[in-house]
């Protein structure tokens, strides 16, 4: 096994055990000592890899984005792509938003105590002078880019087009979804959510008009 492989793997391996350890006691619980701890690795391991704590919860944001990122991207595609509609116009861009919504919904339910992490570190890495924003940017830049994906599929696969520009659209939406998601880590109130989401698919829809 080359120096570099072997490097990647201890650092896959101390950014999962962050990662475990944020997942039982929160953000704060995440030292490099509970890290090494957690790994079974000394500390002098952990260090070898992330110089301090903003350096782990940067290497962990970032794996956590990636991971969630993904697996909304694919939803949302095969949502899109998989939509079998039987006719275009408006009503059928409110099925492929509507069937998005659940996509994105089956995620969230599927990840709680990840998206409960994302929203930990995101807030950990904005007050952190050494971690900075950057986790917090790359988490929209992943959202944004795969939300976009998914609109400009609906649109298409409908036969209508946007009348907004994407970007506002985009910024709208997953500002509604995110405290959307916020509240069901709260209360749980999976109702509430499914009458939420309905309603913001129904209000992107009005942005759209037949081509």
Request: proline share 1%; net charge negative; with cysteine.
């Amino acid at each position: 096994m080359s120096v570099r492989l072997a490097a990647d793997l201890r650092r896959t391996q101390l950014i999962d055990a962050g990662l475990a350890v944020a997942a039982e006691s929160g953000i704060s619980a995440v030292t490099v000592r509970a890290v090494a701890d957690h790994a079974s690795v000394s500390l002098g391991a952990v260090h070898c890899c992330f110089e301090n704590k903003e350096a782990l919860v940067t290497a962990m944001g970032a794996s956590l984005v990636h991971e969630l990122g993904s697996a909304v991207s694919i939803a949302l595609h095969h949502a899109a792509e998989s939509s079998g509609l039987r006719c275009v116009g408006p009503r059928a861009l409110r099925e492929v938003l509507h069937r998005g919504m659940a996509a994105l919904w089956t995620v969230v339910e599927a990840t709680a105590d990840r998206q409960l992490l994302t929203y930990e570190i995101t807030a950990y890495s904005v007050r952190s002078a050494g971690a900075g924003p950057g986790i917090g940017t790359l988490q929209y830049r992943v959202m944004d880019t795969a939300t976009e994906r998914f609109l400009d599929a609906a649109a298409e696969a409908s036969s209508m087009r946007w009348t907004e520009p994407m970007g506002s659209l985009t910024r709208s939406a997953l500002a509604t979804i995110d405290g959307v998601v916020l509240r069901w880590l709260v209360d749980r109130d999976t109702l509430a959510v499914i009458a939420e989401l309905d309603d913001l698919a129904a209000r992107i829809a009005t942005k759209a008009v037949s081509v």
